[in-house]
């Protein structure tokens, strides 16, 4: 079975730049969510999707992230403009159903560096 | 508070020793949920195992074992007879139960260092 597929693997980009990570969800999971993954922070959640609608997004750091789920098998999460202090690990999950009992599956991740 | 705690911020051990991961988590509700993850050095995250918070049973897989005691509201993790392949940052996560599912709340992780 694949497992969740994220995209690029990785990235480096100057500051100011925008920079668009994507992933894939394994199929028929009804959840997907976003973390950064830093030294000082470890794991953050960013944001997380229900049946693609956006469920809380109070993770997000300020207005320059954004993150859309237009269907069941796509996802993105925007930086405009990148800052140096973006720089990261970014996992996408998902989950198949709204049980706590279930475990998140992780993609690979995009180690992103903003130079 | 729904904090996981991960005190061990890194341990290193010699190869063949047991060790093991502490996980003190916080919580009000009755029913949560608990997990292990590991992260290899190549960096991805690893579903290790999941635990109910009515069953306090230890589990046994292999080399791996789990001690959940809920009156400590403890989850720790043992290796036995470690291995140089172990050697990752290991995360304790707890679930809150909600009406939309499914949030997560991960400890800061222990690093595992196993020496040959």
């Known amino acids: 079975d694949a497992g969740v597929i994220q995209s690029p693997r990785h990235e480096v980009t100057e500051m100011g730049q925008e920079v668009t990570l994507r992933c894939k969800p394994i199929?028929?999971?009804?959840?997907l969510f976003w973390y950064r993954q830093t030294m000082m922070r470890g794991l953050e959640l960013l944001i997380y999707f229900n049946n693609n609608v956006p469920i809380d997004d109070s993770g997000m750091p300020e207005d320059r992230f954004s993150a859309k789920m237009p269907n069941a098998s796509f996802s993105t999460l925007k930086i405009q403009p990148s800052e140096p202090r973006d720089s990261a690990v970014y996992f996408c999950?998902?989950?198949?159903?709204?049980?706590?009992?279930?475990?998140?599956?992780f993609g690979d991740g995009t180690r992103l560096s903003i130079l | 508070a729904q904090k996981v705690t991960q005190a061990q911020t890194e341990i290193s051990v010699v190869e063949k020793e047991d060790v093991t991961l502490d996980c003190v988590y916080e919580t009000r509700d009755t029913t949560y949920y608990l997990f292990w993850y590991k992260q290899p050095p190549s960096g991805e995250l690893v579903f290790l195992i999941r635990?109910?918070?009515?069953?306090?049973q230890n589990e046994i897989s292999g080399r791996y074992s789990w001690n959940f005691q809920k009156s400590t509201s403890s989850f720790n993790f043992t290796i036995t007879a470690s291995q140089v392949v172990d050697s990752a940052v290991y995360f304790c996560?707890?679930?809150?139960?909600?009406?939309?599912?499914?949030?997560?709340?991960f400890g800061t992780g222990t690093s595992l260092t196993v020496i040959p």
């Open positions: 996560a707890r679930t809150s139960p909600s009406n939309t599912g499914n949030q997560f709340y």
């Open positions: 199929s028929g999971h009804d959840y």
């Open positions: 635990r109910n918070s009515f069953d306090e």
């Open positions: 999950a998902s989950s198949p159903d709204r049980g706590s009992n279930q475990p998140q599956h």
